[in-house]
């Protein structure tokens, strides 16, 4: 009997052991591809660490960043895809694109994109459709009242110079917005088209001589990538500048007006973590900004020789001085 015993117990050993091996593998560890034409991804960090994700211990995020130069998105994002990435976070509607060119398959989670619907990466914000979800940045939308502002720190305003990349995703839309609004205000444009860094020292050069007033500058990689050239250039050439982003004005730029692009950032991790938990992209709806601040720099305005208006002061949401 005990010998009987002794072999049951054997047995039982023989089967219970992979059993006991497979009990104790640990879970698998996510991995997310980061994609962006530029660089910067702490607030998207910031956002997972929010939530309980650890980089290298619940989490691996694979980064890829573009330098500014779009042509290398493609290539990055196929890479990612390559690696099997289990979501790509894309910054931008060039880094999206890319992105939705190389999976139809991967979840991707969109950490700004201007007007995802004109742009053709989702079937509706509220109802997506397909492997794309995340958030809007309403650039586009935002034209008009970039130029009201401009208007109200120089009040004879007529001509306004405008830089951006024809090319890009995105500025085309943006181009169309700023004429129609401008159209509106009786205010007349100048095109300034920049494809890389080397076009920015012509093109205040024709703004100077066109004798452009102020400058809109439309979200681009190349004009993000280039933001601290494009604020001297403009500071040096005398033009009163908006921007989209408050990071150009703590970069010496005059104005921004628009959502806050680290902030948009930090939400798609909230994006990441609903899909990682089982959520489909096509069901979950793009989120839109309803927050946009005003952000003034005043040492750049005394450089200008611009007196800011009080009442404007009164509504920025942050004033550097």
């Not at 921004?256 to 489909?280: C, E, M, P």
């Not at 927050?291 to 611009?306: D, M, P, R, S, Y």
């Amino acid at each position: 009997m005990r010998l009987i015993g002794l072999a049951v117990i054997v047995t039982l050993s023989v089967f219970l052991v992979p059993f006991a091996a497979e009990a104790q593998q640990p879970a698998k560890v996510p991995r997310i591809g980061f994609l962006t034409p530029a660089s910067g991804y702490e607030p998207f960090r910031q956002g997972l660490r929010e939530l309980g994700y650890l980089e290298g211990k619940n989490l691996v995020i694979e980064y890829r960043f573009a330098e500014g130069k779009l042509d290398r998105l493609p290539a990055l994002a196929a890479e990612l895809v390559r690696l099997k990435v289990d979501i790509v976070v894309a910054v931008g509607g060039p880094a999206v694109h890319a992105a939705k060119k190389a999976t139809e398959t991967i979840p991707i989670v969109m950490a700004t994109a201007g007007d995802p619907v004109d742009q053709g990466f989702v079937a509706s914000l509220a109802r997506p459709g397909g492997n794309v979800t995340g958030l809007s940045s309403l650039t586009t939308d935002l034209a008009g009242k970039r130029l009201e502002l401009l208007k109200e720190i120089i009040p004879k305003l007529s001509r306004v110079a405008v830089l951006w990349h024809p090319d890009a995703i995105g500025p085309p839309l943006s181009w169309k917005e700023i004429q129609l609004a401008a159209r509106e205000q009786g205010l007349r444009l100048q095109s300034l088209e920049v494809r890389g860094p080397e076009d920015l020292d012509g093109a205040f050069r024709a703004a100077s001589r066109e004798r452009a007033q102020a400058l809109v500058a439309l979200r681009s990689p190349i004009v993000v990538f280039e933001r601290t050239r494009i604020t001297e250039l403009a500071t040096k050439n005398r033009l009163p500048a908006i921007y989209d982003d408050r990071v150009f004005v703590e970069t010496d730029g005059l104005m921004s007006y628009g959502t806050n692009q680290a902030d948009l950032h930090r939400r798609a991790a909230a994006y990441v973590d609903k899909i990682l938990k089982g959520a489909k992209p096509a069901d979950l709806p793009v989120e839109q900004p309803t927050k946009f601040e005003l952000v003034i720099n005043l040492k750049t305005a005394k450089a200008l020789g611009l007196t800011i208006p009080p009442s404007l002061l009164l509504r920025a949401d942050q004033v550097i001085e």
